[in-house]
């Protein structure tokens, strides 16, 4: 399976696994799985943590890296064809970091990990955390 964790499902892996459904969390860390952190995911951390609506020990450029590294997640970049299939996406979602997942996942066939149901209208491969 190739899994995409949405952001708020990147950060109760690392720093507070136990919100996540045991079934889930057996998928993410399953090593026959290939688990995928979107570039998008990285931005959504930056910005906040800018502007102090999220608390992590480190800055956002050490902290994401080292979570990477230790949970073997594979960093996903933003391609334009998943970037310009947002223009074409039905408006159920308004978040834009939320709508550029959802079209990455699209494209790339993945299964979004989330607990945000609101992206089943989408049509796509989900995973409830």
Known sequence: MRLLLDTHVLLWSALDPDRISGTCRDAIEDGENSVFVSAVSAWEI??????????????????LPEVLRRSGFAPLP??????????ALPWHHRDPFDRLLAAQAIEEGLTLVTNDD????????????
């Open 46 to 63: 930056a910005i906040k943590q800018s502007i102090h609506k999220l608390e992590l020990a480190r800055p956002a450029e050490r902290w």
């Open 78 to 87: 933003v391609d334009f064809t998943a970037a310009l299939r947002v223009r």
């Open 118 to 129: 609101i992206f089943a209208r989408y049509g796509l491969s989900m995973m409830r955390a």
